[in-house]
Nanobody, 127 residues
Framework: QVQLVESGGGSVQAGGSLRLSCAASGRTFSKYAMGWFRQAPGKEREFVAAITWNTGSTYYAGSVRGRFTISRDNAKNTVDLQMNSLKPDDTAVYYC????????????????????WGQGTQVTVSS
């Protein structure tokens, strides 16, 4: 069984920065991609960013492109999300997710294609 554990959430003022980290543990698995999603109160879960494990190719939602950066550390088996210029609209629970097998790039923004999920970490941005 694979476990994904997020850390790094917290509260910050608008314009500030936070860095989220997701650590994979348990049975070693060959990942195709890792993603970050978020869910704000009363809203559906939405795609934030994804990265393919072997090539490091990155993909972002339009709302975060230029402000957020996703990265991975193959040796540590972690994926990070650096969030800069945070806005109150970024307030949400952020989830890390893992996809085992190859899928078309466009599908990486769809939560149902992911095989494993973390428990989530709260990010609160105040104005």
């Amino acid at each position: 069984q694979v476990q994904l554990v997020e850390s790094g959430g917290g509260s910050v003022q608008a314009g500030g920065s936070l860095r989220l980290s997701c650590a994979a543990s348990g049975r070693t698995f060959s990942k195709y991609a890792m993603g970050w999603f978020r869910q704000a109160p009363g809203k559906e879960r939405e795609f934030v960013a994804a990265i393919t494990w072997n090539t490091g190719s990155t993909y972002y939602a339009g709302s975060v492109r230029g402000r957020f950066t996703i990265s991975r550390d193959n040796a540590k088996n972690t994926v990070d999300l650096q969030m800069n210029s945070l806005k109150p609209d970024d307030t949400a629970v952020y989830y890390c997710a893992g996809r085992l097998t190859r899928v078309v790039v466009a599908a990486l923004s769809i939560d149902s294609v992911y095989d494993y999920w973390g428990q989530g970490t709260q990010v609160t941005v105040s104005s």
